[in-house]
């Protein structure tokens, strides 16, 4: 849909380009070639912008599938897969589940409940570490020691008992070769 949407905006200014040229070449006709030159630069520039335009429109309408809830969060059926090197941890907030901290149920409008516990289940080959990452208020944030999820086991994550904020999960390769680990249930 992207594609065709662009085409036909890249299309479009193409065949008013079509349309202008010949009409301003003919009144620039006894002029010098740098004058066709300004104008031809002129033309691509309203190309570009064009372009650009029907970018920031695409992207928008994709935006629009958030706006309802308010904001990206996590919910089943989610997946996180970490990187194949296993000296790095992926943050599933930000690369895949969206904001943790809130257990918003879609259609759901105002206030959501703080998450509490995410359960996961390892979908892949490779045993993964998951980490929590919480704290007791906004800003402070602690990572909780990651257990080793073998293949095709579940592990639910808590905050620590005096925590109350539930911020992120980082899940982590053992070996290399990536791993995916699937929201099983949010509470």
Known sequence: MEFKFIMRVFSRSNR???????GLLSLTDKSSQTMRRHLMWVLAVVVVVAL???????????DDTFRGRGFAV?????????L?????????GTAAFGDVRFDCP??????????????LRNVSR????????????????????????????TVTLRP??????????????????VGMVKVVAVN
């Open 126 to 153: 490779t045993t993964v570490t998951v980490s929590t990452v919480s704290g007791r208020r906004e800003g402070d944030r602690r990572i909780a020691p990651a257990p080793e999820l073998p293949p095709g086991r």
């Open 160 to 177: 620590r008992h005096n925590e109350k904020f539930f911020f992120d999960i980082l899940v982590r390769s053992m070996k290399p070769g």
């Open 84 to 92: 194949s090197d296993p000296r790095y941890d992926i943050s599933c």
């Open 74 to 82: 996590i919910t089943e059926g989610m997946v996180c897969k970490s």
């Open 16 to 22: 008013y380009c079509r349309i202008l040229t010949p």
């Open 52 to 62: 650009a335009l029907g970018a920031l429109a695409m992207h928008s309408s994709r």
């Open 106 to 119: 879609a259609g759901h409008r105002g206030k959501c409940p703080r998450t509490t516990s995410v359960t």
